[in-house]
């Protein structure tokens, strides 16, 4: 599995015009992306990554603390697309990203093992088109892979 990790003072989700989620920070907006071998551990494995990520700030400096300590809410959303591949030609492939069937299962998987930690978890929509918009507070953006 895959995520994109994004600080946050605020950020939503909107389908077809309706907020779908939404959070305000500090706190973490989420995308994540599922590949063929991900497993339900995987995604339990990255939720108890996402909620002990020390990257939020402590009095607005720094970088110590995590969503677990200050009970920082996320905001998950699927992407397919950073299993995309664009190191051939110019037009990305995408066949290292699982199939919705797959995909939604480990991502709905990872929202709940969040939850089960404590966490206040908001969500986009499965499949939609969605757009997202948000504050990206520093800017502080990191990778994760599990």
């Not at 990554?49 to 809410?73: A, H, Y």
């Not at 069937?101 to 404590?118: F, H, I, N, T, Y």
Request: with cysteine.
């Amino acid at each position: 599995m895959r995520a994109v990790v994004q600080r946050v003072t605020e950020a939503r989700v909107t389908v077809a015009g309706e907020t779908v989620g939404a959070i305000e920070g500090p706190g973490l907006c989420v995308l994540v992306g599922v590949t063929h071998e991900d497993t339900p551990a995987k995604a339990a494995q990255l939720a108890r990554k996402l909620w002990t990520l020390r990257i939020l700030p402590v009095n607005g400096e720094g970088v110590e603390q995590s969503c677990s300590d200050i009970g920082g809410p996320l905001l998950v959303i699927s992407q397919f697309t950073l299993y995309g591949d664009a190191r051939k030609g110019r037009r990305p492939t995408w066949t290292a990203a699982a199939p919705g069937p797959v995909a939604e299962p480990l991502v709905d998987e990872v929202v709940a093992q969040l939850r089960s930690l404590g966490a206040k978890v908001e969500t986009g929509r499965f499949g939609a088109d969605m757009q997202v918009a948000l504050v990206n507070d520093g800017p502080f953006t990191v990778l994760v892979e599990v």
